[in-house]
């Protein structure tokens, strides 16, 4: 079966530095997306990988390792607005989206 | 970038009733749109797959007959919860693919369905 894995939760503190961590098995592989969402709000986009490496925007980065099915979301200078839950979504060889649970990063002062 | 818009926001019925959810592209076609549902604390849940023009492709374990889509045009797709019950109080969520070379998704704003 298809699978995504993220840590349920993560507490970090303003201003630091927080690495969250997906890995995948699917069925094929055509890019992972990693996506913001605020409770009770639609999820909105952060960031794509299809090719192994590291793709960095602004504060945010995203790795990928496509032999190890893994990616990780790392997060800068924390600020209180980037309490949110984090979700990977890894599109399947059928362009089919498969989301992982998400992880909440609670941020404190 | 691309805007999905959903109405209503927010929307209370009583258990038996009927709610009709909306979702539009503003300012792009989709002919395909996804709607999800997300119970609290859980993660995206993909109901169906809705296609302007023909109908829509249903997930798993998904009743087709409960949750009516109808996709009438290149910017509007539209889900019906029908004969609904507390159990289908949830976020309902729709999306459309982007339109570039990555397989973004635009999601609408969400819908707070609550059933009593």
């Known amino acids: 079966g298809q699978n995504i894995d993220q840590p349920t939760e993560m507490t970090a503190t303003e201003g630091a530095i927080v690495q969250i961590n997906c890995t995948y098995q699917t069925s094929g592989f055509n890019g992972l997306f990693w996506y913001q969402q605020h409770a009770g709000e639609a999820p909105t986009f952060l960031s794509y990988n299809v090719l192994d490496g590291l793709e960095e925007k602004g504060r945010f980065s995203s790795f990928l390792s496509r032999s190890k099915g893994y990616s990780y979301l790392l997060l800068k200078e924390l600020q209180m607005k980037d309490s949110a839950s984090y979700l990977c979504?890894?599109?399947?060889?059928?362009?089919?989206?498969?989301w992982g649970a998400g992880t909440k990063l609670i941020i404190k002062p | 970038g691309a805007v999905v818009s959903q109405h209503p926001s927010w929307v209370i019925c009583k258990s038996g009733t009927s709610v009709k959810i909306e979702c539009r592209s503003l300012d792009f076609q989709a002919t395909t749109m996804f709607w999800y549902r997300q119970f609290p604390k859980q993660s995206l849940m993909l109901m169906a797959t809705?296609?302007?023009?023909?109908?829509?492709?249903?997930e798993q374990g998904v009743e087709k007959d409960k949750f009516l889509i109808n996709h009438a045009s290149l910017t509007l797709s539209t889900l019906t919860v029908t004969s609904a019950h507390p159990e289908d109080s949830s976020f309902y969520i729709c999306?459309?693919?982007?339109?570039?070379?990555?397989?973004?998704?635009?999601f609408g704003p969400g819908t707070r369905l609550t059933v009593t």
């Open positions: 999306s459309a693919p982007g339109q570039g070379d990555i397989y973004e998704q635009y």
């Open positions: 809705s296609n302007e023009g023909s109908k829509a492709t249903y």
């Open positions: 979504a890894v599109v399947d060889s059928n362009y089919q989206l498969i």
